[in-house]
C-alpha cells in the first residue's frame, strides 16, 4: 500500500537551475497539498488542490508553480532555484477539509 | 500573531510522567483540529482528531477549548518511544490544514 510517494528524496541544485518534485497518491483522495518544513518554522503550506483541476497559493508560493495533472499527481516546480529554496519539501493528500491528511517521505533540496 | 502557535520545548520528562502540551489558534472559524507526530527527519502523522467533546485513545487526551482557542494534548504514563515532535494543526477556510511549529518532547530513562 504506497500511500503518497514522492520523488527524488534528494536532491542538489544550483542557483539557477530548475526541477519538478513529483508527487502521487494512490487514495482516490481528492485534495493535495505541498508544503515546506525549514527548522523552527513549522510547515508551511506552497499550494495546494481542493481537486482535480483547481490549485491555490498557500502561504508561501513565490518561486514555485504546481501542475495538480489528474486526479492521483501533483507536482511542484521550481523555476530558477535559489538558497533560500533550501529545505525539506512534503507532498500531502486527504479526502477533505476534516480528514486526516498522509504525507509522502520528503524531498530534502539543497541549493547552493 | 502566527495563525498557530506551540511551545517549542523541548519538554524533557522522565518515563512514566504526565505531560500536556497546548496550542493556540487565532481563526475563530477554524473547524477542524488535529495532532499530528512527527519523528525525526521523517513525514507527519496523525496522532489523533480533536473533538469538540474531547477525544481520548489509551495514554492521550486531546481537548479543544473553542472560546479560548486552544487545543491540549496530555500524554500520561510517558513512554521513551513517545519521544518526537507534536504538530498542531488547525483548518483555515475548508481545505488549507495550517501547521504550528511543533513541541519537541523527550523522554528519558
Known amino acids: 500500500n504506497a500511500g503518497v510517494t514522492q520523488t527524488p528524496k534528494f536532491q542538489v541544485l544550483k542557483t539557477g537551475q530548475s526541477m519538478t518534485l513529483q508527487c502521487a497518491q494512490d487514495m482516490n483522495h481528492n485534495s493535495m497539498y505541498w508544503y515546506r518544513q525549514d527548522p523552527g518554522m513549522g510547515l508551511r503550506l506552497i499550494y495546494y488542490?481542493?481537486?482535480?483541476?483547481?490549485?491555490d497559493k498557500g502561504e508561501v508560493p513565490n518561486g514555485y508553480n504546481v501542475s495538480r495533472l489528474n486526479k492521483r499527481e501533483f507536482s511542484l516546480r521550481l523555476e530558477s532555484a535559489a538558497p533560500s529554496q533550501t529545505s525539506v519539501y512534503f507532498c500531502a493528500s486527504s479526502e477533505g477539509w476534516n480528514t486526516e491528511a498522509f504525507f509522502g517521505q520528503g524531498t530534502r533540496l539543497t541549493v547552493v | 500573531r502566527k495563525e498557530v502557535e506551540q511551545d517549542p520545548g523541548p519538554f524533557n520528562v522522565p518515563e512514566g510522567a504526565t505531560v500536556a502540551f497546548n496550542c493556540t489558534y487565532s481563526n475563530s472559524a477554524s473547524q477542524s483540529f488535529f495532532w499530528y507526530r512527527q519523528d525525526c527527519r521523517k513525514e507527519p502523522k496523525l496522532l489523533m482528531s480533536v473533538y469538540s467533546s474531547g477525544n481520548e485513545d489509551g495514554r492521550f487526551t486531546a481537548q479543544l477549548n473553542r472560546a479560548s482557542q486552544y487545543i491540549s494534548l496530555l500524554i500520561r504514563d510517558s513512554k521513551l518511544s513517545d519521544s518526537a515532535t507534536y504538530l498542531c494543526v488547525v483548518n483555515k477556510y475548508g481545505n488549507k490544514l495550517v501547521f504550528g511549529a511543533g513541541t519537541i518532547l523527550r523522554v528519558k530513562s
Open positions: 488542490s481542493a481537486s482535480e483541476g483547481t490549485t
